[in-house]
């Protein structure tokens, strides 16, 4: 007999980060449940913490999920639509993540594991969204990749032009939204969506601190050596 799973809404899984999209969850984008600016891209090579390994390595390809509050801290990962009561503001139409997922038993969540995900190109095929945008995103791709800039902060210590090279990447990374902004009337909320977070906030993965000087400049600290992989 299959074991009843009782969900008590304590919301910790929530607050632990949204749920990635998958296919599945396609009609929720269609019908608007979920908006584009509810959303953040982990891009691939982006770093992030193996639990069955406790090591850190880079995602093999990107995932998109929902973001949290607008204006959260940047380590504050709970699901936007998490309301203060612990209730889910979507709950009859919550991500197929949600409803697989029961914490005393991850089972059928990790059995998601990287099947059937959605990633940009899908969302923005699925929302008949402009070819113009797909480009952008690809062209940002192109210049500001994770494998890139793994190469780079690797090579720090030893070489002041990957370093140079490195704080060229993070203000093209600014100059590029900003841009799509100004010129190509993209809300600002759907920057992180498109172009996932931005370099300024995620260098610290590499053990670096980016900072913005008086000039508009950008200036990064090594703080702790990062263990860097490809
Ligand atoms: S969509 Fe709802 S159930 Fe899923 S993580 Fe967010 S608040 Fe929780």
């Known amino acids: 007999m299959s074991e009843i799973h009782h969900c008590r809404q304590c919301g910790t899984c929530c607050r632990k980060g949204g749920p990635a999209l998958h296919v599945e969850d396609g009609a929720l984008l269609s019908e608007g449940v979920i908006q584009l600016q509810d959303l953040v891209t982990f891009r691939a090579g982006e770093l992030v913490r193996d639990s069955s390994?406790?090591?850190?390595?880079?995602?093999?390809?990107?995932?998109?999920?929902?973001?949290?509050?607008?204006g959260s801290r940047p380590d504050d990962w709970?699901?936007?639509?998490?309301?203060?009561?612990?209730?889910?503001?979507?709950?009859?139409?919550?991500?197929?993540?949600c409803k697989a997922l029961f914490c005393d038993d991850p089972k059928a969540l990790l059995g998601m594991h990287g099947k059937e995900r959605l990633d940009r190109k899908a969302i923005l095929e699925l929302l008949r969204a402009p070819q113009w945008l797909m480009d952008a995103v690809e062209a940002h791709e192109a210049r500001?990749?994770?494998?890139?800039?793994?190469?780079?902060?690797?090579?720090?210590?030893?070489?002041?032009?990957?370093?140079?090279a490195l704080v060229e990447v993070v203000e093209y990374d600014r100059a590029f939204r900003d841009l799509m902004v100004e010129k190509g009337n993209v809300a600002r909320e759907m920057l992180d969506f498109l172009f996932g977070r931005p370099l300024m906030y995620t260098v610290i993965m590499f053990g670096i601190d980016a900072r913005t000087n008086a000039d508009?400049?950008?200036?990064?600290?090594?703080?702790?050596k990062a263990t860097l992989k490809r």
Do not use: W
Not at 53 to 70: D, G, H, Q
Not at 78 to 97: G, Q, V, W, Y
């Open 53 to 70: 390994t406790n090591s850190v390595v880079p995602l093999p390809a990107e995932i998109v999920k929902i973001a949290a509050p607008a």
């Open 78 to 97: 709970t699901c936007r639509f998490l309301m203060e009561d612990n209730r889910c503001f979507i709950h009859e139409k919550s991500p197929a993540e």
């Open 144 to 164: 500001c990749s994770y494998g890139s800039l793994i190469d780079l902060a690797s090579q720090l210590e030893e070489k002041e032009e990957a370093r140079k």
């Open 216 to 224: 508009g400049s950008i200036t990064l600290v090594q703080t702790t």
